[in-house]
């Protein structure tokens, strides 16, 4: 019998925007799971491709001085996180890395100026979360957390450090309050959602539930102190079932005095304390000022539109979706900011120079699109041209590819860009830009 061959040693340069290793061998890169920069690593190759090699870690030869055992058990299985071997604030340091490497190599821009970083805690910060619900027959049991790395199956968890400390503790709780409900294989996911002093848990039930468990679900919600929802449809199907009556959900951003309703389901930031600096830190780079017009594109239910208008500026907030629009219209009359901001409905991925035209004179925009980018709003921009643009961005090639039109296109400066860790352990990069013009 043949020996196996030798797996081979590999250095590791970088990391890719998924957090593996990038290495090189005979010419070719590899990507490698679970390997740092500056190890040396044995690799097992796991598929091999004209332009590039995927492989994992089975060895490390050399670790990395960053590298950290991770805090949660899980980790590996579950695919929640990524980056939980490396210390936290080279985590950072690597998101950056990306950003300045997507800005040069896709946009051919570079900013002049990198902002620093906007980090908040590593660990129990995640205040939203969709938890996958599965029964597992052959177990005999329920499981409840994320999916498994590059997988449909639910990762048996008993903890989640990334989940507010007082949710982690139900994992457990959930597992055997689901597996004791008659349509235990017909609730596929509870949704988390942390407000003001009160967390939401919704139930997708695909059936409803009988008298039993209905007095299950009410008392695992009063001896845990949390509010349970239903949701037998799609988002608008949400209702409020134990305790009652319904309190609603807020977040606040104390520094500007503003104060959100939002819904279990509608779109808010995972981590609140980011999201209270990064508001911070849009506004100081926007700087609106009394008398000013600005537009906030993509913009939710006023996140960045109601701070815009504290500060005294005239704001336009326009969203593809009606329910939030009229959630951030609710929001700017509670926080008496009406007069001051008006919100539109129209899809801004159909952007054109007309449609931008109607939104009147602007000094200032604000942009903040989900993961596709802006590319149609930025292509349709013409003269005269808002001064300062801030852009928001989930996804660094996207902000990138958007960037080269400003610059290369429409004569902005980049003046500045920086990464906002929203999403501690994970290669998600979250980050913030300003473009500026003088004409």
Same mark, same amino acid.
């Given at each position: 019998?043949?020996a ?13 925007? #998924?957090?593996?290793g ?6 070719k ?12 690593a ?8 004209n ?13 990395s001085?960053?590298?950290?055992t ?12 990524s980056?939980?071997?490396l210390?936290p ?6 998101k950056?890395r ?8 896709i ?16 660990w129990h910060?995640?205040d ?11 177990k ?12 449909s199956?639910?990762a ?6 990334i ?27 509870i949704e988390?959602?942390?407000?003001d ?31 349970i929802?239903l ?6 199907s949400?209702?409020?079932?134990h ?36 508001v ?21 239910l006023?996140?960045?539109?109601l ?9 336009v907030?326009?969203?593809?979706? #009606?329910a939030?629009v ?6 700017? #009359? ?25 939104l ?6 604000l ?10 709003v930025?292509?349709a921009?013409?003269?005269p041209?808002?001064r ?9 090639s996207t902000?990138a590819?958007?960037?080269g ?21 994970t290669?998600?990069v ?8 003088d004409?």
């Amino acid at each position: 019998m043949n020996a196996p061959l030798p797996l081979p040693e590999l250095a590791i340069e970088s990391l890719d925007h #998924e957090g593996k290793g990038v290495a090189r061998s005979e010419g070719k890169v590899v990507f490698v799971d679970g390997a740092l920069p500056g190890e040396i690593a044995r690799v097992r190759l796991t598929r091999s491709r004209n332009a590039f090699d995927q492989g994992v870690v089975d060895t490390i030869v050399r670790p990395s001085s960053q590298r950290v055992t991770p805090r949660c058990p899980h980790f590996g299985v579950c695919g929640g996180c990524s980056m939980q071997h490396l210390e936290p604030a080279a985590q950072v340091a690597v998101k950056q890395r990306v950003l300045e490497d997507c800005l040069e190599r896709i946009g051919n821009v570079r900013p002049e100026r990198l902002y620093a970083a906007i980090q908040g805690p590593a660990w129990h910060y995640r205040d939203r979360a969709r938890l996958s619900v599965r029964h597992v027959i052959k177990k005999g049991s329920v499981l409840v957390g994320f999916h498994e790395r590059k997988s449909s199956y639910v990762a048996e968890m008993g903890e989640c450090p990334i989940l507010p400390a007082r949710i982690s503790a139900l994992i457990l709780p959930l597992r055997a309050l689901v597996g004791a409900l008659s349509i235990r294989d017909r609730l596929p996911q509870i949704e988390l959602a942390v407000g003001d002093g009160v967390d939401v848990l919704v139930f997708r039930i695909l059936e409803p539930f009988t008298a039993a468990d209905e007095a299950r679900v009410s008392a695992f919600a009063d001896e845990h102190r949390v509010h349970i929802a239903l949701q037998p449809k799609g988002p608008d199907s949400i209702r409020p079932f134990h305790p009652e009556p319904w309190p609603g959900l807020t977040y606040r951003l104390p520094e500007f005095d503003l104060s959100f309703q939002f819904s279990p389901t509608e779109f808010t930031q995972v981590n609140a304390g980011v999201n209270r600096m990064l508001v911070r830190r849009a506004m100081s780079l926007l700087a609106p000022q009394p008398g000013e017009r600005i537009a906030d594109l993509f913009c939710g239910l006023g996140n960045f539109s109601l701070p815009i208008a504290r500060l005294g500026a005239q704001v336009v907030g326009v969203e593809g979706s #009606e329910a939030l629009v009229r959630r951030a219209r609710h929001n700017a #009359e509670r926080n008496g900011l009406a007069s001051r901001a008006e919100f539109r409905v129209a899809d801004l991925f159909q952007a054109t120079p007309e449609s931008l035209r109607a939104l009147g004179r602007l000094d200032g925009l604000l942009v903040d699109p989900p993961r596709d980018g802006a590319i149609a709003v930025v292509k349709a921009l013409e003269a005269p041209f808002p001064r300062r643009i801030v852009y928001v961005s989930c996804s660094p090639s996207t902000l990138a590819r958007d960037a080269g039109v400003l610059v290369n296109v429409h004569g902005y400066r980049l003046a500045g860009a920086g990464v906002a860790n929203m999403f501690p352990h994970t290669a998600h990069v979250e980050s913030i830009a300003l473009f500026t013009r003088d004409v």
